[in-house]
């Protein structure tokens, strides 16, 4: 018996040490791995044995690996598209603001006639009116992908809210030789959501229209149903080829040339933002030489 005993446990000791051999290469072979990954190689994986006492650990730290890799992608895509922002708000920021000073140099050496005079001073608020525009939209862009804007959501009339704002719109429309139909329900529709968002969602959309569209009527239709407070906003300008559609909300995003002003890309993006902050949606649809019509949609009750 003493034989069996012995032979018991010189296969226990040969057991622990090939045991603990195979975990030293085994934690060797993790470290190499790490280090690597430390380096920033984060396409490294760390491997195990399923029935290892180690696999539950290795799991773990590849899934942590996975993760950072996820995350490190999202910033250097944040970068490059902050990077393209900057670039594309240089530009646009400083080529109006070169006219603009130009115009302003010619009237202030007095070598243009009274004509000439009334004309470039016309141009020059014109642009100056423009750059205004442009940097209150690149704040609310910068304030909106920082999580600064301050939402008020109180429960209000949509349809009353709708008639005010349309009609210190009725100025600027009937200005730029626009006809208009509204059709707004004299019953009264509640909605819980953030009025400035909305009014800002509106006067995006509609100076969109104003500036690109190139349309001579313009329909808004605000009704309800069991489920939706629906706004559609129609016109009949040049419309959106097929090819810029699916793009129009993105950030930066400018459609062809032939549109009646240049485009600063953070409108419609602002507009989707805000559409779906205060819980509503927005689609588009379009066809070429044949209008445009913007849906909003807000659930019927919702908190």
Known sequence: MLWLVVAILCAIVIFQYVHISHSKRKIKEIS????????????????????????ELVYKINDIVSHDKENLLKIVQSEKAYKKLVTSL???????????????????????????????????????????DYIQTLFEWIKLESGEWIYNFEEKNICELTRVFLAEWIVRLERNNIQYKFHIPETPINLLFDKNAFERIMNNLLANILKHSQADFLEITLSQTNEYIQLIIYDNGIGISSEDLPFIFERLYKCDNSRAEPSNGLGLAIVKELVLLINGTISVSSVENNGTTFVLAFPNKHE
């Open 32 to 55: 190499n791995v790490l280090d690597d990954i430390r380096g920033g190689n984060l396409d490294r994986k760390l491997l195990a044995d399923e029935n290892s006492i180690i696999s």
């Open 90 to 132: 240089s530009h646009d920021i400083r080529t109006p603001l070169a006219s603009l000073i130009g115009y302003l140099e010619v009237l202030e050496n007095d070598v243009v006639t009274v004509a000439e005079h009334d004309k470039f001073l016309k141009i020059a608020k014109k642009k100056a009116f423009n750059l205004s």
